[in-house]
C-alpha cells in the first residue's frame, strides 16, 4: 500500500495550521475545525487539543483520504505527484477520485496515470461551493509545486507568495 511521505504530510499540516481551540473555517462551513484540519460532527464549540494530539489526529485523519487513494490512482504517479493527490483529497474530499459515469473527468485521469491532465485538473480546485477563495487558489499553487517535486516547505512559499 502506499502512503503520503512525511514530505506530504508536511505540507497539509504547514497549509492546515495548528488551531489548538475549534473553530469555522468559512462562514459556509458546515461543521468546526480543530488541530491540522480535522473537520466534523465531532469537533464542537470549545473543544480543545494538544499539537501531539492534532498530529495523530491529522495522520489518522490522512490515513483515511489515503486508503482510498491507493485504492484508485495510479502506480504512474511518483510520490510527489501521489502526496499531492492525497492532500487535495485532505483538503476538498476524496469523492473527486471515485469513479463515476462521466468520461475524461479528474477520476478517469487519476486512474488512468495521465499525469499532465490530472496536473491540469488539480489547477481548478479553487472554489467552495461555486465561490473562487484565495485560499484555495494559494494552497492550489503549493500543491501544484508539490506535485512537481518540490519540497514541503517551498511549495508552501510558492503558494503563500500568491497575490490573487
Avoid at 17 to 24: D, L, M, S
Avoid at 32 to 58: N, W
Avoid at 90 to 111: E, L, Q, S
Wanted: net charge positive.
Amino acid at each position: 500500500m502506499r502512503n503520503i511521505s512525511e514530505n506530504g504530510l508536511a505540507f497539509a499540516a504547514a497549509w492546515e495550521q495548528f488551531a489548538p481551540i475549534a473553530y469555522r473555517a468559512t462562514a459556509k462551513e458546515e461543521y468546526l475545525t480543530i488541530g491540522f484540519g480535522h473537520y466534523g460532527k465531532d469537533v464542537y464549540p470549545g473543544m480543545r487539543i494538544s499539537r501531539a494530539d492534532a498530529l495523530a489526529l491529522l495522520r489518522k485523519d490522512m490515513a483515511k483520504v489515503n486508503a482510498t487513494c491507493d485504492k484508485y490512482v495510479s502506480h504512474k504517479f511518483n510520490q510527489a505527484q501521489y502526496d499531492a493527490i492525497v492532500d487535495l483529497c485532505f483538503n476538498a474530499g476524496d469523492a473527486f477520485i471515485i469513479p463515476d459515469n462521466v468520461k475524461d473527468d479528474f477520476d478517469d485521469a487519476v486512474r488512468f496515470g495521465q499525469i499532465e491532465r490530472t496536473r491540469a485538473i488539480m489547477s481548478t480546485f479553487i472554489y467552495q461551493k461555486g465561490v473562487p477563495l484565495l485560499g484555495l487558489k494559494r494552497r492550489t499553487a503549493g500543491r501544484l509545486a508539490l506535485f512537481d517535486g518540490k519540497h514541503w516547505k517551498e511549495a508552501e512559499e510558492i503558494g503563500r507568495m500568491l497575490m490573487r
